[in-house]
């Protein structure tokens, strides 16, 4: 995917501790555009994420919850559909949230995630 230069004064991903924290994910490119469907943005949005917890030798299923916000719940089973194939069984804990728009009049959906990778030693 490659990074995108944040909007504000925040980085894409911040460890503490043992716990990795992903901000707000969305599908804009690097060139500002937001592609295609709520399930086309979803795919992005999740391999923006495991870019970004690959850069702290973590992967999805490290992440332990993720919280989702849709602009419209009617895109929810689409949205739903790519988040269950990229995660194993059980997941991650979630929350999803509508919400009354994101910061581009494209953007459909944006999840932020928490993953548990300990700096020393293996995952318990």
């Not at 790519?82 to 069984?89: I, L, P």
């Not at 509508?98 to 494209?106: G, K, T």
């Amino acid at each position: 995917m490659g990074a995108i230069k944040p909007l504000g004064k925040y980085p894409g991903a911040r460890r503490g501790g043992d716990y990795l924290f992903v901000s707000g994910m969305s599908a804009r490119m690097a060139d500002g555009s937001v592609p295609g469907d709520v399930r086309e943005q979803t795919r992005v949005v999740i391999g923006k994420i495991r870019d970004a917890l690959a850069g702290f030798g973590a992967g999805l299923d490290d992440c332990v919850a993720i919280t989702s916000y849709l602009v419209d719940m009617h895109d929810f089973d689409g949205y739903n559909e790519v988040y269950n194939a990229s995660f194993a069984t059980p997941g991650p804990a979630r929350t999803t949230v509508a919400v009354h728009q994101l910061p581009h009049p494209d953007m459909l959906v944006e999840l932020t995630a928490t993953a548990y990778k300990p700096q020393h030693g293996e995952n318990t």
